[in-house]
């Protein structure tokens, strides 16, 4: 009705999600996530829509910040909910986030704006409505501008993953074990981590609690085995193509 009032076409589906869940694997609000942004991106394509909206706010970014650090999440992690991503042939955008959802609720009532909230939102089964109902609540009464404080951290550490990430890329296309023994630990493993993503493949270095300093040599210990040695890292993806035959070999035998 809201739409119509203004002359904004609307569009909407109705999906079994559970059933997706179940079919998939994922958890309950994987799943729908997954069908949102898949409707989203086949109606900005049909309709030629660059740009995609979201309502997402601060709340919703604090949400985010703390669930991935429970989860152990790196650096790119703690960067919350991106303000802007690509989708399909467009982007995502994201202009409330530097809103909290009081601002919003009160922005709508003020203009008699109709709104409706999740009946599932107070059921905190979920992880994300157990952190909305129980933990956002006690954080606020630590600090009542948790939620710019931990805007200012996100974007920070967004930053700093991206930064790090762009000082990777120019060593992903020429890995050898001289060039990584030589790097710092934060751009060595998202050099490597780049290199194997680019061949289709996916590798893990980094495994949570054990220390830095004990990954790094690890890590370097896995290119010094003398099968790795002999890969051509001048080309990544032969070099991962080659480890995956060997790991094929091995398990077929």
């Known amino acids: 009705e809201l739409c119509l009032e203004h002359g904004i076409e609307f569009y909407s589906v109705r999906l079994d999600v559970p059933s997706l869940a179940r079919e998939s694997g994922e958890s309950l609000e994987e799943a729908a996530r997954h069908v949102r942004y898949a409707f989203f991106e086949k109606v900005m394509r049909a309709e030629d829509i660059p740009v995609l909206?979201?309502?997402?706010?601060?709340?919703?970014n604090a949400e985010t910040l703390l669930?991935?650090?429970?989860?152990?999440?790196?650096?790119?992690?703690?960067?919350?909910?991106?303000p802007r991503r690509t989708l399909g042939f467009g982007a995502?955008?994201?202009?409330?986030?530097?809103?909290?959802?009081?601002?919003?609720?009160?922005?709508?009532n003020d203009n008699s704006y109709p709104f409706v909230t999740d009946r599932t939102n107070s059921d905190i089964s979920y992880p994300r409505n157990r952190v909305r109902c129980n933990i956002l609540p006690e954080l606020e009464a630590i600090n009542p501008a948790f939620l710019a404080a931990f805007a200012r951290f996100t974007e920070s550490a967004r930053l700093d993953s991206e930064f790090l990430d762009r000082e990777a890329e120019k060593f992903a296309d020429d890995l050898n074990c001289g060039t990584l023994?030589?790097?710092?630990?934060?751009?060595a493993s998202r050099a490597i981590a780049i290199a194997a993503h680019r061949a289709g493949i996916r590798f893990a270095l980094v495994k949570p609690i054990q220390p830095v300093e004990s990954k790094f040599f690890r890590m370097k210990r896995f290119?010094?085995?003398?099968?790795?040695k002999k890969l051509e890292w001048l080309?990544?993806?032969n070099a991962m193509q080659k480890i995956r035959n060997r790991k094929k070999k091995a398990k077929d035998e």
């Open 181 to 187: 023994a030589s790097l710092p630990y934060p751009i």
């Open 53 to 60: 909206l979201t309502a997402h706010n601060a709340d919703d």
């Open 67 to 82: 669930l991935s650090l429970v989860r152990g999440c790196t650096l790119s992690g703690a960067g919350g909910i991106a």
């Open 223 to 228: 290119f010094e085995r003398p099968f790795v």
């Open 235 to 237: 080309n990544p993806k």
């Open 92 to 108: 995502v955008e994201r202009p409330l986030l530097c809103h909290s959802k009081k601002e919003i609720v009160a922005f709508c």
